[in-house]
Structures are given as C-alpha cells and as structure tokens.
C-alpha cells in the first residue's frame, strides 16, 4: 500500500490548477444510463472513483470511451445493458455505485444493485432512495445484500425527503426525467453537484424546473438524446487547497475553481483570518500573513459549511489562536482525523458529533493513518506545518478523490513524495 512521506514546514507559493468535480462526475456518468446516444463529458478528475465508475458501466456493456487514461473526459453509450447490474465487488469499493438505480430502473425497467453497506464516517443507507422509487412505482425486494427494481414504467410522484440527501436526490432525479408524468422533489439536495446534474439532464432533452433550490418539479419524457457536458470543478479540492495556503502561511493563486460554490467556506476562513481576494469566476488568490485565529463552525447541507470540509477545517483550527467548536451534523462518526492529529501533538477534545480545538498547538511528525478520503486530506495539511517528517499510511483513500495530489503540491513548494510498497 502506498502511503505519503512528508517533511512539514515550507510555505505553499505559485499557481494550482483545480480538478474537475468528482461528486459531479460521478452521477453525470451514470446519467449516460438515460439514453442510447453517446455522452461526452469533460473537466473530469483522474481519480480511482472514475475509474471504479467506468468499470461498472462497462460491467453492465454501455461503451465507455476515452481518449487519455486515466479518463479526464469520456464518452459514454448506452445502446443495450445486457447487466443492468452493479455487483458488490465493484460497489464496496465506491458507494457512488448506487446512482445507477435510477437510470437502470428509468429506462430498462430493472435494475440489480448492491447494498453500498456503511463505511469509516456512518452507517449511510439508502433507505430514502428505496422509499422514493417505491413511490414511483417500483416493486423493490432487498434481500442477499441486494437491491433489486422493477417497474414497467414508473410513474410520477410526490417526494418529501425526510433528510436532505444528495445521491437520493441525484436517483429520484434520473429516474424521474423518463416517469410517466411530474414528479416533485421536495426537501431536496441543493449541492451544485446536483444542480450540475440536472444542467446536463436538461441538455439530454429533460424537462426539470427549481434548479438550485429544494423544490425540483420535473416532467417525464419519452425519450432523452445524448450531449456534451464540462463538469463544474471541484468544490472540496479547492477548499482544500485554500486551507493548505492558509495553514502555511503561503501565498497561492488558484484557477479553474468556482469561487461561487463555496461562499460560506471563503466568508468563514476570512473571519479566521485568511486573505482572500483577486477573486473571478474561475479564480482566487490565498493568503495567510498576520495568523489565524479560531471560530466556531456547524457543517450543514449546502449552502452551509459542508461536511466534506470538516476534516480541513479542524486542521486549520488546530494552528489558529483561541478555541474552534466543530459541530458535525451530518454523519455520526466524523472525526476520526482528530485522534491522529492529536498524536501529531494537536490539543482536540471530540464528545460525539462536537470536536473542540485549542489552538495554535506546534505540531511534530508522526507515522499516521488515513481512514476516509476527507480525513486523509485534513492529516496531509497537518503534515505541512508538523516539525520533522510525517508518514501517512493508506492513502488510497485520497487516491479516490484527489487527482494527483502530491505533484500539485509539490509544484507549489511542498516537501512531500509518494512511497510505494508493494501492497
Ligand atoms: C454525498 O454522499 C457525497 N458523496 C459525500 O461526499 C458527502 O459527504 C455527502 O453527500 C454529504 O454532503 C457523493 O456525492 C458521491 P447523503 P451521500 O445521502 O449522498 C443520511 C466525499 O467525501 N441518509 O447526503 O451518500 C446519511 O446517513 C463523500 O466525496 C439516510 O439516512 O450523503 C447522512 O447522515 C463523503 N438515508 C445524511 O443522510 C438515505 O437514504 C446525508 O447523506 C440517504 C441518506
């Protein structure tokens, strides 16, 4: 297993170009699903996910093309699915498999998918999901570990999610463009990565009205056609690198991001002390150089902070003058960062969902494990500012997400290298 070696310490300065989304690429893919005609999509991330989402397309015999590899664009086409099935070897290793129920079930009738099972931050199930196409008509039976559907067409319907859910309201989404009729989401995902779904549906002929706000009213067509669509970029990696600017007190220009994605981050690392300006469409410029100082945060759904920031967030805390109260909404064991960090020397006390950082604390390398994707990046930040040299272990979690994290990192001054053992 490949892990990262770190030697903390040097200020990030230059230029980082940010990745396409991986939350926007992933339900995009599997929306190809929809329609016999070919999909291109662009602005797509390198990362093992993609990967993992390309293979199970394939598994299920739609053509999935790309000119590069790993795939930063790829085309998609769905002509016959003679597996309209995501089998366990391939969902236990990416839960993001789950959005092909929709799609499977919107326009072949049938769909067998496995459960996606929990993993290191909650138990996440997808009851909300199963309730919704129920109600729009499918005849759901989970038994052996598997979701199976089957709907002769399904039908429009009302949908008040219970919970705020992203990939519940990416499924009902997709399966509602080809229902029989409306179907209204209510209390539904407003995560740009959904609005960006439902731009590229509307491209493939869908008709949906609400985009951007926790109404989605959609009206069920026969058919959808194939497009070409840009993934918007990528939200958690730039709030990421904006962290890293502002943890080592560096200077660093980002470009190809999406300012307007992340307001409530920005607005709150700017109360901490970060300088943010030269801002445009598609770019921003970090700086950090009178310290940073603690506050308080509550990730929430978006617009609020997000929790896939969290991790980040307690990273920055953990050099930022005063006490930061982390309250973690969203997933029940989210903090799983905290306990390498304080190995690393940070003063963090976690009592459930509430983590509570003293800070500045100096911190010194350590051999650390990474257990999530979001955590994994939090201990990499760590690592920049610790004494000495940090070891990060299992760093396929980042591999996930991150498109070639450390070469960008590198480019703009870190001492990091990538050491593979065999696994
Ligand atoms: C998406 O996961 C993201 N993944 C996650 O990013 C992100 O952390 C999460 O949304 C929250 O923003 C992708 O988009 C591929 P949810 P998702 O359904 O859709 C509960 C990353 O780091 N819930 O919005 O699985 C659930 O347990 C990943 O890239 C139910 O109870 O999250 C959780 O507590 C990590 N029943 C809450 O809702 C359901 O049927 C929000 O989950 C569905 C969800």
Do not use: W
């Not at 029989?180 to 009205?209: C, F, Q, S, Y």
């Not at 929430?300 to 902070?305: K, V």
Request: glycine share 8%.
């Amino acid at each position: 297993m490949d892990r990262f070696k770190i030697e903390g310490g040097r200020r990030l300065e230059g230029t980082v170009r940010i990745s396409g989304s991986k939350n926007a690429s992933l339900p995009a893919m599997a929306a190809a699903l929809l329609t016999n005609e070919p999909v291109h999509l662009t602005n797509i991330p390198a990362v093992r996910d993609i990967i993992t989402m390309a293979k199970l397309l394939a598994h299920m015999r739609a053509k999935v093309q790309s000119e590069v590899y790993p795939p930063t664009e790829v085309t998609i086409s769905a002509e016959e699915i003679s597996h309209a099935e995501a089998p366990y070897e391939l969902v236990k290793t990416m839960r993001a498999s789950v959005l092909t129920l929709g799609p499977l079930v919107a326009r072949f009738g049938y769909a067998r998918v496995s459960l996606p099972g929990g993993c290191a931050i909650g138990a996440r199930p997808i009851d909300l999901h199963i309730q919704a196409l129920e109600k729009m008509g499918a005849t759901i039976t989970v038994d052996h570990g598997y979701v199976e559907a089957r709907a002769k067409r399904l039908h429009g319907a009302k949908i008040h999610f219970e919970k705020i859910t992203v990939t519940g309201t990416e499924n009902i989404l997709t399966a509602a463009v080809l229902a029989e009729g409306e179907t209204v989401l209510m209390n539904a995902a407003r995560e740009p990565e959904v609005t960006d779904l439902a731009e590229l549906l509307i491209k493939m002929g869908a008709k949906i009205e609400g985009l951007g706000t926790s109404e989605l009213r959609v009206q069920g067509v026969e058919k959808l056609h194939g497009t070409s669509h840009a993934v918007i970029p990528d939200r958690i990696e730039t709030g990421t690198f904006v962290v890293a600017a502002a943890i080592t007190g560096g200077d660093v220009t980002l470009t190809n991001c999406a300012p307007r994605h992340l307001t409530v981050v920005l607005d709150h690392l700017r109360r901490c002390g970060v300088e943010i300006d030269e801002l445009s469409e598609s770019s921003m410029r970090v700086r950090a150089r009178k310290g940073l100082r603690g506050a308080d945060i509550t990730t929430e759904e978006y617009p609020g902070f997000p929790t896939d920031m969290q991790a980040q967030y307690v990273a920055l805390a953990t050099q930022a003058e005063g006490t930061s109260v982390i309250t973690e909404t969203i997933f029940e064991n989210r903090f799983l960062h905290a306990s390498e960090m304080i190995r690393m020397g940070a003063n963090i006390s976690v009592d459930g969902r509430q983590a509570i950082v003293r800070g500045p604390s100096k911190l010194s390398g350590a051999a650390v494990i990474a257990s999530d994707l979001r955590a994994s990046a939090s201990l990499v930040l760590a690592a920049l500012v610790a004494s000495n040299t940090t070891y990060i272990d299992r760093i396929y979690h980042l591999d996930r997400g991150y498109e070639y994290l450390e070469a960008k990192l590198r480019d703009l001054g870190a001492n990091i290298e990538r050491l593979s053992s065999p696994s």
